[in-house]
């Protein structure tokens, strides 16, 4: 049973940045493909959106187009941690965030359809402030 826990949320001013992690255990779990989510306030577990994702080995990644040049997804699979380096962080960027984990079995490409992962983490709070 793979489990996912989110860490390094927070309160930051606008042009912030933050870096959040992920910690990941249970068999066989660096072969998994994973992905960060959020949810705004006000939305519902099925309405949250990719921010970014990345297959199993770092080589493929993926991201939103409200997040491109300010996001950075990275996957370390000595420590079986991801991560989302945040910058220029916008108070649209309010949300929790979550980290998910879909088995890809050493799939050459990301997934970036919230179908496609069955494992998910509490999730963390970021705040922008303006």
């Known amino acids: 049973q793979v489990q996912l826990v989110e860490s390094g949320g927070g309160l930051v001013q606008a042009g912030g940045s933050l870096r959040l992690s992920c910690a990941a255990s249970?068999?066989?779990?660096?072969?998994?493909?994973m992905g960060w989510f959020r949810q705004a306030p006000g939305k519902e577990r099925e309405e949250r959106d990719i921010v970014a994702a990345v297959n199993w080995n770092g080589r493929s990644t993926y991201y939103a187009d409200s997040v491109k040049d300010r996001f950075t997804i990275f996957k370390d699979n000595f420590r079986s941690t991801l991560y989302l380096q945040m910058n220029d962080l916008k108070p649209e960027d309010t949300a929790v965030y979550y980290c998910?984990?879909?088995?890809?079995?050493?799939?050459?490409?990301?997934?970036?359809?919230?179908?496609?992962?069955?494992?998910w983490g509490q999730g963390t709070q970021v705040t922008v402030s303006s």
């Open positions: 249970g068999r066989a779990v660096n072969s998994y493909n």
């Open positions: 998910a984990a879909g088995d890809g079995a050493y799939s050459s490409t990301y997934y970036n359809k919230r179908r496609e992962y069955d494992r």
